[in-house]
Nanobody, 125 residues
Framework: QAQLVESGGGLVQAGGSLRLSCAASGRTFRIYHMAWFRQAPGKEREFIATITWNGGIPFYSDSVKDRFTISRDSAKNTGYLQMNSLKPDDTAVYYC??????????????????WGQGTQVTVSS
């Protein structure tokens, strides 16, 4: 099991940027994917992006592609989500999650084994 701690959330104006971090500890050698999800009030959890831990290959949802960049520093056991051109619709609690087994459906939250506590991102108009 990996323990995950997100940081970097906050309040930003529309058009601004934030960089979220996800520090992993524990069984980090079992991480195959690290992903970011978000959940806005009254909405379902939404997949944002995921990255293969060893190869660093990213995959994005269409809603954030070209604005957000996922990355990881495996030596530091830390993942990142760089968010640019933020919009009020990006307001949500952002969660990082890790997958400890190889599963094909990488956009499904239920396939991720460990989750952080979340960090609030608020984008004002």
């Amino acid at each position: 099991q990996a323990q995950l701690v997100e940081s970097g959330g906050g309040l930003v104006q529309a058009g601004g940027s934030l960089r979220l971090s996800c520090a992993a500890s524990g069984r980090t050698f079992r991480i195959y994917h690290m992903a970011w999800f978000r959940q806005a009030p009254g909405k379902e959890r939404e997949f944002i992006a995921t990255i293969t831990w060893n190869g660093g290959i990213p995959f994005y949802s269409d809603s954030v592609k070209d604005r957000f960049t996922i990355s990881r520093d495996s030596a530091k056991n830390t993942g990142y989500l760089q968010m640019n051109s933020l919009k009020p619709d990006d307001t949500a609690v952002y969660y990082c999650a890790t997958m400890s087994q190889v599963r094909p459906a990488i956009t499904i939250g239920g396939n991720y084994d460990d989750w952080g506590q979340g960090t609030q991102v608020t984008v004002s108009s």
